[in-house]
């Protein structure tokens, strides 16, 4: 099987070597060690699509003396595209915040411009700056509200898409 598609909560883990394409839905949001949970189940990973438009219950932030719980960064070894077009807000940042997700690649990125320019702050929040470096092509569904910086916050694009809807 070379794609599993639709994985929701429920899924009990496991592991699929031969997996490259994987796509996530549920109507709960899905946390933090979900992803770590599939991150490990499909090691060869390359392409995700992420289909939640739930808010993340338990948001994951960096430690602070109020907050020691471990946050562990998931690494995603052999991603390649990466897909957010119908997402809430939250996952944006689980995947650009650099203390949350580390890719190993470079990464085409498919996103909706609004979820892009707000989870970014319109292009300076600097803790997603490792992550988005690493991004070398941009599909941007929809206008931009600003393009001011996207260029020093993507500094590696080759190639920006925009497309309509």
Known sequence: MKYYHDITNNFPGGLFKC?????LFDEQPFEHDFFLRISQSFPFMERLTL?????????QHTKSTNDIKD???IEYHHLTKLVLLDVNLDYVEQFLDKTKTSFTNNIFLTIKSYLLGKGTNYFTRSELRAN?????GL????????RKNLNAYFPNVN???FSCC
Do not use: D
């Open 19 to 23: 997996v490259c394409e994987v796509s």
């Open 51 to 59: 289909s939640n438009f739930k808010s993340q219950k338990y948001k």
């Open 71 to 73: 946050c562990s960064i």
């Open 132 to 136: 988005c470096a690493k991004v070398y």
């Open 159 to 161: 190639k920006i898409q």
């Open 139 to 146: 599909n941007i569904f929809g206008e931009l509200k600003t």
